[in-house]
């Protein structure tokens, strides 16, 4: 947070300049940091409002944001919100709590549900809403979520086409347009996007194919938006684990050791067809409703690490014995959402009414079969692989002796609906809003279905136009699985709740120029299925449940965009966070617990990014940093701290663009996050570089 104070105190020193400035110099410099790097229109939130006006903390990455980094995927992107960092694949770690659901234009159905992670091409804004956010999406953890806006057709002509080459035999190319047609009142999108490369584990490789398209129906009344985005997701030589490590979070083998054979893959190939409608039928009154499908196939076959061990018996674990893993997911879906906004007055009160629904239903067929193997080869087995010289292909897996597939079946249904009403009276804003959900999950011969309350409520006090003070209640909850529903192990069990209290200040202080927010929460998880300590109270051979257990996690965060002069731009964030088990039954581990804490929740974080621009010279260069802090992994090794250093170099000339990234720019051999011992930690990529040149139409 250096930087930050550093640039508090510049600004403070050239608002006392700016005095004798002429008012046409102040328009030049004003609100770049919120031109540049900040939205004001956000939809996770279902109501629109100003941030300054809105008693919820959401965190958006602008289209700007996305370029200036090169971000590719999700994972770029993390280090830009504070209380969020990495947990594995598309999971993260958010406010202490393991989160990994994930909306697309306000609705469940992610294409990468699985073990891929979300690429941004097609994808205009990243939002995350902070805290339990039952009342407007229904069941989900309570650290928050994550809203992926994604590009849509629009009148006004647009293109770009860009290539990419770079370290680790990288390349690739995109091009997208969008426009009016021919035809009058039809608007057209179309993307390309196609990106190969060597990541940084032995063997592994990644392909990525996206096709998008979408068209925009000028009806009498608003517009129907059409999309569909066929992804594809080749990735050999995964589905990547982490790599072992000793206790003191040391790595046992080479960053780069990887425990897949060649021929191991994970394949994803997911299509997804999506209608939205939005009208303003009055100065009042809006109506919007979207309806989604999507279908995916995820294929993996993989060698799964299944110990370790000291062949030589020098006091160092040496060897992995593995586990062969073929599964194939193929699940489909449908989501759909209906939301109503009136505005009026109540009895001399500025009133607005959120009115909506929304529904959710999954099928999921899951077919796996696997042979473990032993820390002696055999012809018939996986062979155990040595950390310190892996030798790959020794047996191949045409002569494992697997056995025939198990399918399950599960099927979700989820459906809500709700009423949020916001009253400004002066300077005080108010919410209050209440959701009714119903739902039901059958895993095979397991089936259960509930219904839960949630509410939440939030209070503006706007100090000032630039400065505000807010306060708000929130609630959550996620339904048990349904395997565990049975009543032979106790069941059936009302759902885990969340509840949070939080407080904070948003600022949009020298005409947009210094931005800022400080919020402080307290969260609690309650109502975690754990073992009864009583084992087989029916006596029916099924050991049982009790719902008792209870988690508080407590922080705080601070973010800033600022405009340290005309030509340079900062954002940084800092989070704090301490998330402990605060009951349980005595007897059974909850779940990613370590000890009383969590596992990958640190209780520090910063990050950082800022940028120059030379406009003479069409040049801006650009430096990120993230740290997070020490963590325990799942087993309760250590995951040391690191601080990573990113940067970019942009040149511009008339429509073209040129961007250098470096990632990883000191090369630091770091664990992005932990996981269990027998498969070790996430290991950070090494430093690679690329250079994409675009053009713009």
Do not use: C
């Amino acid at each position: 947070m250096i930087s930050a104070a550093t640039a508090v105190m510049a600004l403070a020193a050239q608002a006392q300049a700016e005095t004798a400035v002429s008012e046409v110099s102040e328009v030049v410099v004003t609100g770049r940091a919120q031109q540049l790097y900040r939205t004001q229109e956000v939809q996770a939130g279902r109501l629109p409002t100003p941030p300054l006006a809105s008693s919820q903390a959401v965190q958006v990455i602008n289209a700007e944001l996305i370029a200036d980094q090169g971000a590719r995927d999700a994972q770029d992107l993390y280090r830009n919100i504070s209380g969020v960092s990495f947990f594995s694949y598309a999971g993260v770690t958010a406010r202490g709590f393991r989160q990994e659901e994930i909306f697309f234009d306000g609705l469940r159905g992610d294409p990468y549900a699985g073990f891929s992670v979300p690429q941004l091409f097609n994808v205009a804004q990243v939002e995350f809403l902070k805290g339990p956010a039952g009342m407007l999406y229904g069941p989900g953890a309570p650290g928050g979520l994550f809203n992926y806006v994604t590009k849509k057709a629009d009148d006004d002509f647009s293109a770009r086409a860009a290539a990419i080459v770079g370290t680790e035999a990288r390349y690739g190319a995109s091009v997208e347009a969008t426009g009016a047609l021919p035809i009058p009142g039809l608007a057209g999108r179309l993307g390309v996007f196609y990106e190969a490369q060597n990541t940084p584990r032995v063997g592994a490789r990644s392909e990525v194919l996206i096709l998008d398209g979408g068209l925009k129906i000028d009806l009498p009344l608003g517009a129907l938006n059409l999309q569909a985005t066929h992804y594809d997701q080749n990735l050999p030589g995964n589905r990547l684990r982490g790599v072992p490590t000793d206790n003191l979070g040391h790595f046992l083998a080479d960053r780069r050791w990887n425990h897949n054979e060649p021929d191991d893959f994970l394949r994803l190939e997911a299509n997804v067809v999506q209608a939205s409608w939005e009208a303003e039928v009055n100065d009042a009154l809006s109506i919007n409703t979207a309806l989604r499908y999507t279908e995916g196939l995820e294929t993996q076959k993989y060698h799964e690490p299944f110990g370790l061990a000291d062949t030589n018996r020098d006091g160092v674990l040496d060897t992995s014995r593995r586990q062969y893993r073929d599964q194939v997911r193929d699940q489909s879906n449908w989501s759909a959402a209906a939301n109503l906004i009136w505005s009026f007055d109540l009895a001399g009160v500025d009133s607005r009414l959120l009115a909506g629904g929304d529904w959710f239903t999954n099928a999921l067929a899951f077919q796996s079969r696997g042979v473990n193997g032993t820390f002696v080869a055999t012809p018939t087995t996986p062979t155990p692989l040595s950390l310190v010289n892996p030798v790959y292909g020794v047996t191949p897996v045409s002569s494992y002796r697997l056995p025939a597939y198990t399918l399950s079946l599960t099927d979700s249904d989820r459906a809500g609906g709700y009423l949020l009403y916001e009253a400004t009276v002066g300077k005080l804003i108010g919410t209050l809003g209440a959701r009714f959900d119903s739902f039901e999950d059958v895993a095979g011969p397991a089936g259960f279905e509930d219904d839960a309350l949630t509410w939440r409520a939030g209070l503006v006090y706007r100090v000032r136009d630039d400065l505000s003070a807010y306060a708000q209640w929130a609630q959550s909850f996620e339904p048990q699985g349904a395997s565990s529903q049975t009543p032979m192990a106790g069941g059936p069990f009302a759902p885990t709740e969340g509840e949070m209290y939080e407080a904070g200040l948003k600022s949009e202080l020298m005409g947009g120029r210094l931005q800022g927010s400080a919020a402080v929460y307290h969260i609690t998880r309650t109502n975690i299925l754990q073992a009864d300590p009583r084992g087989d109270v029916r006596g029916d051979g099924i050991n049982d449940l009790v719902a008792f257990g209870e988690i508080t996690s407590k922080g705080a965060e601070f973010d800033l965009a600022a405009d340290i002069t005309s030509d340079w731009v900062l954002t940084a964030s800092y989070a704090y966070n301490d998330t402990r088990i605060t009951a349980d039954n005595g007897r059974t581990v909850l779940t990613n617990s370590v000890g009383d804490r969590f596992a990958n929740a640190p209780e520090h974080t910063i990050g950082f990014w800022t940028r120059y621009q030379f406009p003479e010279l069409g040049l801006a260069v650009a430096l990120g940093g993230d740290y997070v802090d020490v963590r325990r992994s799942l087993s309760n090794q250590k995951v040391r701290p690191y601080l990573v250093f990113d940067a970019s170099i942009i040149y511009t000339a008339g429509p073209w663009r040129a961007l250098v990234r470096i990632d990883n720019l000191t090369d630091e051999d770091y664990a992005a996050s932990g996981f269990i011992d027998r498969t070790g930690h996430f290991p950070g990529e090494p430093r690679s570089v690329f250079l994409e040149l675009s053009r713009q139409w």
